[in-house]
């Protein structure tokens, strides 16, 4: 029996991002040997179709609800996120149940994310990460900024902390020191797990002169993470505040060559379903 498979990212309005979208799903694609549909949890399909090659964006619920009419009812969803997102926890969930009110065999199979500690060491996004900052600066005085959006679900926040410290004992010796930070954080005591903002540590010593690293935990370029995006404007703001301070972001992760291969395994973690039986009888 015949599944599908997606490579799902949140979504963006930037056709940038959604080009990256389309490249690292046919990267995937290559390595497996299987076809690999880019589509996008949300907001994806709003974005100009002149600016995407002329072919429009997807997104996974209006996907599936077609493909499902058509008659599929096994799908494999490979998330391209680094931790349990809500978007993976709560928000993908609702929406499978939805549809299943209208397919009742709908078997849909979720990947793990990038991080996963929980089944194991897996050391192969701090490489990536690792490597990223060597290609930026070779200077041992040179401090680290692992820097990603920030978010709502302190398990996310788990998995920067962890990455962080892989990326720390990798680079041991070569920089001055590695902190995780994030972009960006909700208001309240709650959402304090997020801390310290990058802002925030830009503004005091020792991340407030000399150079800086910022050490991109991104998937994708857009409306953070692009050269003009959210983070790119915190660093400039605080060089312009402090004059001594010099920092340099370095590439995102989903451009590096090691990704596909991440996601192929996290994929390998769920199967297909079973093929189903020859139904021709026996001579």
């Not at 962890?162 to 309240?188: F, H, K, N, T, W």
């Given at each position: 029996?015949?599944?599908?498979?997606?490579?799902?990212?949140?979504?963006?309005?930037?056709?940038?991002?959604?080009?990256?979208?389309?490249?690292?799903?046919?990267?995937?694609?290559?390595?497996?040997?299987?076809?690999?549909?880019?589509?996008?949890?949300?907001?994806?399909?709003?974005?100009?179709?002149?600016?995407?090659?002329?072919?429009?964006?997807?997104?996974?619920?209006?996907?599936?609800?077609?493909?499902?009419?058509?008659?599929?009812?096994?799908?494999?969803?490979?998330?391209?996120?680094?931790g349990p997102s809500r978007a993976l926890t709560d928000y993908l969930p609702e929406r499978v149940a939805?549809?299943?009110?209208?397919?009742?065999?709908?078997?849909?199979?979720?990947?793990?994310?990038?991080?996963?500690?929980?089944?194991?060491?897996?050391?192969?996004?701090?490489?990536?990460?690792?490597?990223?900052?060597?290609?930026?600066?070779?200077?041992?005085?040179?401090?680290?900024?692992?820097?990603?959006?920030?978010?709502?679900?302190?398990?996310?926040?788990?998995?920067?902390?962890?990455?962080?410290?892989?990326?720390?004992?990798?680079?041991?010796?070569?920089v001055a020191g590695v902190v995780p930070a994030s972009m960006e954080r909700r208001p309240g005591e709650?959402?304090?797990?997020?801390?310290?903002?990058?802002?925030?540590?830009?503004?005091?010593?020792?991340?407030?002169?000399?150079?800086?690293?910022?050490?991109?935990?991104?998937?994708?370029?857009?409306?953070?993470?692009?050269?003009?995006?959210?983070?790119?404007?915190?660093?400039?703001?605080?060089?312009?505040?402090?004059?001594?301070?010099?920092?340099?972001?370095?590439?995102?992760?989903?451009?590096?060559?090691?990704?596909?291969?991440?996601?192929?395994?996290?994929?390998?973690?769920?199967?297909?379903?079973?093929?189903?039986?020859?139904?021709?009888?026996?001579?």
């Amino acid at each position: 029996m015949a599944s599908e498979i997606f490579l799902v990212d949140n979504g963006s309005l930037r056709p940038q991002s959604i080009l990256s979208l389309r490249h690292l799903a046919a990267a995937l694609s290559e390595r497996i040997g299987e076809p690999v549909q880019p589509v996008s949890l949300l907001h994806s399909d709003r974005a100009p179709e002149d600016a995407l090659e002329g072919v429009p964006a997807r997104t996974l619920e209006p996907t599936l609800r077609e493909r499902a009419a058509a008659g599929t009812r096994h799908f494999r969803i490979v998330p391209l996120f680094f931790g349990p997102s809500r978007a993976l926890t709560d928000y993908l969930p609702e929406r499978v149940a939805a549809l299943s009110q209208h397919f009742p065999k709908l078997d849909v199979q979720v990947a793990p994310p990038l991080v996963t500690p929980e089944r194991g060491h897996d050391p192969r996004l701090a490489h990536i990460l690792a490597e990223s900052v060597q290609a930026v600066d070779h200077d041992p005085a040179t401090r680290v900024i692992l820097v990603d959006h920030g978010s709502p679900a302190p398990e996310v926040a788990q998995v920067r902390n962890y990455v962080a410290g892989q990326l720390s004992i990798l680079l041991q010796g070569r920089v001055a020191g590695v902190v995780p930070a994030s972009m960006e954080r909700r208001p309240g005591e709650a959402h304090r797990f997020n801390e310290p903002l990058l802002e925030t540590l830009l503004a005091r010593p020792p991340f407030n002169h000399g150079r800086v690293v910022i050490a991109m935990m991104f998937l994708q370029p857009g409306r953070h993470a692009g050269p003009d995006g959210d983070v790119a404007r915190i660093c400039a703001e605080a060089e312009a505040r402090h004059p001594a301070l010099k920092t340099v972001m370095t590439p995102l992760v989903g451009a590096h060559p090691l990704l596909p291969e991440i996601l192929a395994d996290r994929l390998a973690v769920i199967h297909p379903p079973p093929a189903a039986p020859d139904a021709t009888p026996p001579p």
